[in-house]
């Protein structure tokens, strides 16, 4: 593992509430660290580190941007989320965006989550899953739980498990059930790990789905019933199980 990743793995990690952010802010200017011309001047050096051909240095900005987080950096954070390259670089701008002030950063993300572009689409809603900020749960639509980017529709599974209010898990696991059978196996394990992380209320559409005519997904149902009933059991394990009971004509419920 290179040192930058090592580095990324660190920081992004720690997430500040938003009350600690504004109680950070307010003792920044107790302070009188206010926006002098030393500040300024080291603002846009960190605003163009993020545009640096070197990754390094691109992780050095955006780490330094969260340490001293200015509402006037969120609009290029969010910006440079959707075009970033390196996956822990992009980790680093998550971090740097939770820094800063919700009522800054959360219609900037809300706005990205409608993009065209599916990089922005992925990172915003990453973001909001690590803000978790439920005010933002309207905007985890239909349309991005079944994105036709694979990494979108994952990014927005996780978010959906994260903000999802009380009393609306139940509609959420039979949008999600809609995804069964899937992609590949990474995107197939995003999607059962979503559905066990709601818990009991998934057992009737994954009861349902065992029946689909389609042996997908009744092979990812069975699969996904199982991580349900047995959290130590890999999805490997699962999923080739689960293979050879529909292989055999069954439906996992024979027996029972």
């Not at 992004?12 to 002098?36: A, D, K, L, P, R």
């Not at 349902?208 to 199982?226: F, G, K």
């Amino acid at each position: 593992m290179t040192r930058p990743s090592l580095l990324a793995e660190e920081v992004v990690s720690v997430t500040m509430t938003e009350q600690e952010q504004e109680q950070e802010q307010e003792q920044g200017q107790e302070q009188g660290n206010g926006h002098g011309p030393e500040r300024d001047a080291g603002a846009v050096r960190a605003l163009q580190g993020l545009e640096d051909g070197r990754s390094s240095v691109r992780l050095r900005a955006a780490l330094a941007v969260g340490t001293a987080p200015d509402p006037r950096f969120v609009d290029k954070l969010v910006e440079r989320c959707a075009v970033e390259p390196e996956f822990y670089v992009r980790d680093m701008l998550t971090w740097a965006l939770t820094r800063h002030p919700l009522s800054v950063t959360l219609p900037a993300l809300l706005r990205e989550v409608g993009s065209e572009r599916a990089q922005a689409r992925s990172q915003a809603l990453h973001t909001l899953s690590k803000i978790g900020d439920r005010r933002a749960w309207p905007a985890i639509t239909r349309a991005l739980l079944s994105d036709g980017d694979d990494e979108v529709a994952r990014s927005a599974w996780r978010t959906a498990v994260v903000l999802v209010p009380e009393g609306e898990e139940a509609g959420l696991a039979a949008v999600l059930a809609t995804q069964l059978g899937r992609g590949e196996r990474e995107t197939q394990l995003s999607l059962s790990r979503a559905l066990v992380a709601l818990g009991e209320v998934v057992l009737p559409v994954l009861r349902a789905a065992r029946t689909a005519p389609d042996r997908h997904v009744r092979t990812h149902a069975l699969a996904t019933e199982r991580m349900l009933r047995d959290p130590d059991a890999g999805f490997e394990f699962a999923i080739e199980e689960a293979k050879r009971v529909v292989a055999l004509g069954g439906n996992g419920q024979e027996g029972r």
